[in-house]
């Protein structure tokens, strides 16, 4: 024994410490990658020793290894086994290396529980606290977990230290584990009036940072935060206090002479307004003053609050206060920023807050007039939103766009600069008036003024489109005189069309003069024909045939992959890297870097030919041609494998990112008004392909609260259930068993236990299976002798498991699986029963899955279900599932799938299907015809759907949910089955229950919002909802009326009543 400590006291002498890592690594700069790897062998080799100072100090300088940009994943069960040694200066390095490598996704951290709870209790000071700070930068959702009531006991420790870490890791308990808040939230509130300033500030830290997204549950705090406000001398604490509570003071703030105290006042409004808005709205009159303020800086401030103040109400007063600044503004820095800002207040959520759009095309039209503008582009592209949008607005957005055409020069007057900008106006105008010509007055004057434009000084882009829309003009003119018989007309509208349009064909842009050119040669046709007194304006208005619509963004990502095509599969064979290659690249390079003017316009089109210069000039310098090497699919895979090795093994390789971060174009919120829009508006993001895919989960960016602060908007004022009370430490009483007479009794109560989970537990309270299965787990644990297949307990420092919790669960959704499966139809052959449910992938699809029970005594095979289409009700032919070939044996079940497209969702109906199969005979096939009628109900089209209970308090008082309908009945079934039903047959989620009553939420497959309300008094059921139309909440009420009132513990179809 003496001999191995004298050796590995010798062999500490010497092993390369952190110091020796660093200072060979500064050494080895020209073979740096070789002496690093060289190292990670050696630490290797430590790890595997015995003596754990040597596992600490190779722990300590993968740490560092790690800092360069090395992954050392694969040496985590050893970072464990350094953090569970029994000398502190060992296991700070175990948990440092943790705290800066572990993450969520480390899978051994599921190992670390028991440890870390040993380490939280034990009475050394230092293992606590090095516990608690390790622990706050891995903490997982299952350590939070598991690990919460330690971390609670440790309030009421004795060592003021230990508390402070226990209150500050609390927060992080509360991010991953939010049901930890409610049952926590009183011994946390204690900490406020701790007799340590240390755990005072650390607890009032922690509450600012909760209150900060979810002020309003924290409200009851103020008295206490205004005691230590006047009675604390911790001034960093006075601060968090003061931001917490002064947002009334900051009006006084805004309105002193101090510049600097101004502007701090608009600075703090601007962020207390992204979370609590309503308190910043009422210093609207202050803000609006501000603008008036000398300091462009401050003027600046109070346009950032303005921007977020805005209601259906007061958008006018704050717009037009915002145009009489843009007339008298100096600079055109702030000039630009006002109009940046009227527009993006206008258009927020697709024009959300207007009222009255043509006031809103005064505006734009308003702008146009502003000298030295910049945004020209912007202001044609509002106006051609608007347009295409409002159709009830078209005739006077048209009146106005007629005129700016014929008032072109002035637009085009000034310099150049400002000519460029402030000309894309015309490019929306002239679009426009071609696009909706039946609205202009008059079409000759306008098509007259195109004619005129100016091609030298008007920019090509704009002259493509004048061109596009000359021709729409001139169809609508033809039209009307040949329907008129007005030859002369005709003559003269063609020779005016063939003498002004030369000048468009000799445009430099080249987009322009192609069109020119094109429209030219159809007008000859068209004049040859007229010669001959043909009438052609038929076919020259199916030229401009259809509507120029938006396209909604990213619909490219959303066309369906056809069948068959892979995207990532090389089209030919692969490109050889050779030197050779590389110098025809560069070579190639400087060629069209060097020829990229002369073809620009064509590279614009996408179609760059390849001319006999390229040719030549690409082809200098090879001396041979080298035939291509094949390479095998498996070899590609090696090369991609080796190249992604490289790049991860590489830390000055930057990853790419999955998506570039994006700019929040959102508002925070705003006062929820009743003022309706008087024009009719499509907020649709625009046209979508066919078959469109949703990508809604690739875009579910963070805006506003993220999810872990949106689980923390939790009533606080509520008496704590008692399965939320925090239990304190209590002292362990060692029990001694008999095994032979205890093992039989623990097994029967532990059957019971899961019987009364699997029968009494329903989806509503489902929830709760966890915390149920973790106080059986307790229990368990408090007896020795415990049989080993009911609960095991992992040696080591694992943590336990229990299977049977499965199963109960299992239970319970094949139990809600039967009660939403309804009968159908049955012969001596087959049993088909279905089950509905909307398509979450589809607007307005149901998907009926027929599940099919062989009763014959013989095999099935070719089994296929068809829906008798209707005016309503259409069956999708090209979804699979609605057809099964192979042979089923008896007894056997199989499940078919139709998908049908609903036009209607206010009508329930019953539509006819077929199936159809063939039983198979020793050396024949009978074929077998079943028939069936099934009910499509208004439930079947109503998708669950999650929403909190603000969001659904101010759905309520919206116009989303104006028309309600309600019934009243007797059911025998008690609240709890009313309310299982409901939820399951009818797909809505409940909101809030309390007590017999409870507030349901679901949206139809449109899009459209319900609201329900159920409450039952004695034996009197109440059943009301709340929808946009009147014929969708009185369906509803009548099919769920059915639902709650039918006597039968499986749901069947009674089909004699139908026909």
């Given amino acids: 024994m003496a001999l191995r400590k004298v050796r590995s006291n010798l062999d500490r002498l010497f092993d390369k ?40 100090n190779a722990i300590l300088k993968l740490a560092y290894l790690q800092m360069l940009g090395y992954d050392i994943s694969w040496a985590a069960f050893n970072i464990i086994e350094v953090m569970a040694s029994t000398k502190y200066t060992e296991k700070r390095i175990g948990y440092l290396v943790a705290a800066q490598c572990f993450h969520d ?43 919460a009531s330690d971390i609670v006991n440790l309030l009421s420790s004795s060592r003021s230290y230990t508390r402070k870490r226990a209150v500050l890791l609390l927060y992080k308990i509360f991010l991953k584990y939010p049901e930890a808040l409610r049952p926590t939230f009183p011994r946390l509130k204690e900490k406020l009036e701790d007799s340590d300033p240390g755990v005072q500030s650390a607890a009032v830290n922690v509450i600012c940072e909760l209150a900060r997204k979810n002020p309003k549950n924290y409200l009851t705090l103020a008295p206490v935060f205004f005691k230590l406000m006047t009675t604390s001398s911790n001034n960093w604490m006075l601060i968090k206090i003061i931001k917490l509570l002064c947002v009334q003071k900051l009006g006084v703030l805004i309105e002193d002479s101090d510049q600097n105290l101004k502007y701090l ?34 003027r600046l401030r109070s346009l950032d609050l303005l921007y977020g103040m805005v209601s259906k109400k007061n958008i006018t007063e704050i717009v037009k206060k915002l145009m009489e600044h843009v007339e008298s503004a100096e600079g055109s820095h702030y000039r630009d920023e006002l109009l940046t800002r009227i527009i993006s207040i206008c258009s927020y959520n697709n024009y959300q807050f207007i009222t009255n759009f ?62 460029n900008n402030i000309s894309e106006v015309l490019l929306a105008a002239a679009w426009i008036c071609g696009e909706y010509s039946q609205h202009v007055r008059n079409v000759q004057s306008v098509l007259e003024s195109m004619l005129r434009a100016r091609t030298s000084v008007i920019s090509g882009h704009i002259l493509s489109v004048y061109v596009q829309n000359i021709g729409k003009l001139y169809s609508t003119l033809l039209s009307k005189a040949e329907k008129e018989d007005d030859w002369d007309t005709i003559e003269s509208l063609d020779n005016l069309m063939l003498s002004k349009l030369a000048d468009y064909e000799y445009a430099e842009h080249l987009e322009a003069q192609d069109r020119a050119c094109t429209l030219m040669g159809i007008l000859r046709v068209v004049e040859a024909a007229h010669a001959r007194r043909e009438k052609i304006a038929n076919d020259v208005a199916r030229l401009y045939e259809g509507e120029l619509n938006p396209v909604a963004v990213k619909a490219q990502r959303k066309v369906p992959v056809p069948e068959g095509l892979d995207l990532d599969k090389w089209i030919g064979p692969p490109w050889e890297e050779t030197p050779e290659s590389c110098e025809d690249s560069d070579t190639g390079t400087t060629f069209e870097q060097s020829s990229s003017r002369i073809y620009k316009d064509v590279i ?19 001396t041979k041609n080298k035939e291509p090497v094949e390479i095998t699919e498996e070899e590609m895979e090696l090369r991609r494998k080796a190249r992604e090795a490289e790049r991860q093994s590489n830390p000055y390789y930057v990853k790419g990112a999955a998506a570039a971060p994006k700019r929040p174009t959102r508002f925070v919120a705003f006062d929820s008004l009743s003022a309706n829009s008087t024009d009719k508006v499509n907020r649709a993001d625009g046209e979508m392909p066919e078959d469109a895919k949703s990508t809604d989960a690739e875009d579910n960016t963070a805006q506003g609260i993220s999810d872990e602060f949106r689980a923390l908007d939790i009533n606080l004022d509520e008496p704590l259930r008692p399965d939320e009370v925090v239990r304190g430490p209590q002292a362990y009483n060692r029990q001694i068993h008999k095994k032979k007479k205890k093992k039989r009794p623990i097994l029967t109560e532990q059957r019971g236990i899961d019987s009364l989970l699997s029968e009494e537990v329903s989806s509503a309270t489902r929830e709760n299976l966890y915390a149920e299965g973790s106080s059986v787990k307790k229990t368990r644990r408090k007896r020795s002798g415990v049989a080993r297949e009911a609960y095991e307990e992992a040696s080591g420092i694992c943590t336990p ?53 062989i009763t014959s005594k013989r095999h099935v095979k070719d089994i296929e279900a068809n829906i008798v289409d209707t005016l309503l009700v259409r069956m999708i032919r090209h979804k699979p ?29 019953i539509v006819r299907g077929t199936v159809t199969y063939f039983t198979e005979e020793e050396e024949e096939s009978i074929a077998g015809k079943l028939d069936f009628k099934l009910p499509l109900r208004s439930p079947d089209l109503l998708l669950t759907s999650a929403i909190t209970k603000n969001e659904f308090s101010q759905l309520l008082t919206s116009t989303d949910v104006e028309y309600s309908a309600s019934a009243e009945f007797i059911s025998n079934y008690s609240f709890r089955d009313l309310l299982t039903r409901v939820t399951l047959i009818g797909h809505l989620s409940v909101v809030e229950e309390v007590g017999s009553a409870a507030s349901l939420y679901a949206r139809t497959t449109l899009g ?52």
């Fill in 801 to 853: 498991s229990n299977p049977n919790y499965e199963n109960s669960v299992s239970t319970v959704l094949s139990q809600d699986l039967e009660l939403s499966r309804t009968k159908l139809c049955s012969n001596s052959d087959i049993a088909v029963s279905f089950t509905s449910s909307s398509n979450l992938e589809a607007d307005a699809t149901v998907v009926i899955t027929l599940s099919l029970f």
């Fill in 265 to 298: 006042g608009l600075l703090a409004m601007g962020k207390i307004l992204q979370t609590h808005p309503k308190a910043v709205q009422a210093h609207k009159d202050i803000v609006l003053r501000c603008l008036d303020d000398r300091d462009e800086s401050i």
């Fill in 881 to 909: 599932g609605f057809l099964l070939a192979s042979s089923i044996a008896p007894g056997e079940t199989v499940e078919l799938q139709v998908h049908l497209a609903i036009e209607s969702n206010t009508v329930s109906q």
């Fill in 604 to 622: 614009c089109f996408g179609t760059t030919a390849l001319h006999e210069d390229e040719t030549k000039i690409s082809g200098k310098g090879k």
């Fill in 17 to 56: 410490s952190l110091t020796d890592l660093i200072r060979g690594i500064r050494n080895n700069k020209e073979n740096e990658a070789r002496y690093i790897a060289s190292c990670i062998e050696e630490i290797k080799m430590e790890l595997r020793q015995d003596s754990t100072y040597i596992k600490a």
């Fill in 358 to 419: 043509e006031w809103y095309i005064s505006v734009l039209v308003e702008l146009t007039k502003v000298e030295g503008s910049k945004h020209g582009a912007r202001i044609a592209e509002q106006i051609q939103d608007v347009t295409v949008r409002v159709e009830s607005i078209r005739h006077f957005s048209v009146s106005q766009m007629a005129l700016l055409v014929e008032n072109a020069h002035i637009l085009l007057a000034g310099s150049a600069q400002q000519r």
């Fill in 105 to 147: 996704t480390t899978e051994v951290l599921m190992l670390t529980t028991n440890l870390i709870r040993k380490d939280l209790n034990s009475p050394n000071m230092y293992d606590t606290g090095v516990a608690l700070g390790g622990l706050s930068c891995f903490v997982t959702s299952d350590l939070a977990k598991d690990l």
């Fill in 1008 to 1059: 459209e919002p319900v609201c329900v309300l159920l409450k039952k008094i004695d034996e009197n059921v109440h059943i009301g909802f709340k929808a946009g139309h009147q014929k969708l909440v009185e369906v509803l009420v009548k099919d769920f009326q059915e639902i709650c009132t039918r006597q039968v513990a499986m749901i069947e179809c009674e089909w004699d009543s139908f026909s």
